[in-house]
């Protein structure tokens, strides 16, 4: 059997970028003594046997690569986890999305910063199963703990994460064609995540869509919102904005932000 570990300083990265001292130290910053105890009980418990490094680190949290040997000695299975940093400037901007949140009514402590980061993680844990069970492509959420979430990873075998969309290259003579496929692809899952799970995304962009094979993937909806919260329209017009902006710069003849609206709403 593989032997348990935690590499999390000298570490194979799943993707080659430019990572400066400052960053390391960042990404290294986030696991404090309880993260770390959360990490061994989740190799204790056989849900990964390795963790790697950071994949992203970000302002809010890191994304840390991991993998699973099976017992029966089946193919290893990649994950991801991600952490959420407990600091506490990082959250001042959080309020906006978690007030009118009726789920998070009880829980919702501007004065406890811990407990502001996990229920953060909790949503975004909920989110995911949401989209998952409506079948919106996205990480299957698979294991959380106070402010660590475990999900499926989305890249390849070797460990190398899909690209966002915003990186997203083709080839081929229809290019064109490909964008304006992966437009329309867009507008059907934003619609599916309005009327079948009842949220809004809150952040959408080409930074929160990972790209394979002609498939976007959405990431990231630790912010998004119920459809009744008080400020779900105004967040759907941003991202609908936002999405637009995009694809017109990739030379897609997109349709007026108000059609869309209409479209994912009606
Ligand atoms: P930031 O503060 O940088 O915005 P974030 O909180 O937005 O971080 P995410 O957007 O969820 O975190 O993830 C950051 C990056 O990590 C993504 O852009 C993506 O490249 C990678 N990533 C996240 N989840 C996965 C996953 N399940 N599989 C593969 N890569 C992932
Ligand atoms: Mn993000």
Known sequence: ???????????????????????????????????????????????????????????????????????????????????????????????????????????????????????????????????????????EPLMLKLHVLVMEFLGDKRGYAYPRLRDARFAGDDIDQQWRNLYIQLLGIMRRLYQVCKLVHADLSEYNILYNDDRLYIIDVSQSVEHDHPRALEFLRMDIKNVGDFFRRQGVDTLQDRAIFNFITA
């Open 1 to 139: 059997k593989h032997a348990a570990k935690i590499r999390l300083d000298n570490v194979k990265q799943s993707q080659e970028r430019d990572k400066d001292k400052a960053d390391r130290a960042t990404a290294e910053l986030v696991l404090d003594q309880r993260t770390r105890m959360i990490l061994l009980q989740m190799i204790n418990r056989g849900v990964v046997n390795e963790i790697h490094g950071a994949i992203s680190t970000g302002k809010e949290a890191n994304v840390y690569g991991a993998v699973l040997y099976p017992d029966d000695g089946s193919e290893p299975i990649q994950r991801a986890i991600k952490i959420y940093k407990t600091a506490i400037l990082v959250f001042k901007d959080r309020e906006r999305y978690i007030t009118g949140e009726h789920r998070f009514k009880a829980g919702a402590d501007k004065g406890n910063n811990r407990k502001m980061v996990k229920l953060w993680a909790e949503k975004e844990f909920r989110n995911l199963r949401r989209l998952h069970a409506a079948g919106i492509a996205c990480p």
